[in-house]
């Protein structure tokens, strides 16, 4: 029903800032939520930001709260996630995550659509 396509991930230096980009299509009925996991290797899934659609209410985990931003341009259906001050621990795949509502986001809920995932590199 809903199809996510992450761009935006690539190398950069420590301190350095990268802006992810999820381009959203398809239809699909209560979809109100949306936001971003990442996994780097060895490593579970881990939530990093969640937002309403509507831009009502955003979450974030507190290894990156005050350094990355979520938001989204609702009539291009795309989210994405501004990183600044990144560091090598932020090294992972980053996927882009959209459903029901933010609990569901955060929860990694089985009825979210999810994104291919792309690499996002920070050197020291």
């Known amino acids: 029903q809903v199809q996510l396509v992450e761009s935006g991930g690539g190398l950069v230096q420590a301190g350095g800032s990268l802006r992810l980009s999820c381009a959203a299509s398809g239809r699909a009925f209560n979809i109100y939520a949306m936001g971003w996991f990442r996994q780097a290797p060895g490593k579970v899934r881990e939530f990093v930001a969640a937002?309403?659609?509507?831009?009502?209410?955003?979450s974030y985990a507190d290894s990156v709260r005050g350094r990355f931003t979520v938001s989204r341009n609702n009539a291009k259906n795309t989210m994405y996630l501004q990183m600044n001050s990144l560091k090598p621990e932020d090294t992972a795949v980053y996927y882009c995550?959209?459903?029901?509502?933010?609990?569901?986001?955060?929860?990694?809920?089985?009825?979210?659509?999810w994104g291919q995932g792309t690499q996002v590199t920070v050197s020291s």
């Open positions: 995550v959209t459903g029901v509502s933010s609990w569901d986001i955060r929860q990694g809920s089985e009825s979210n659509y």
């Open positions: 937002s309403t659609w509507s831009g009502g209410s955003t």
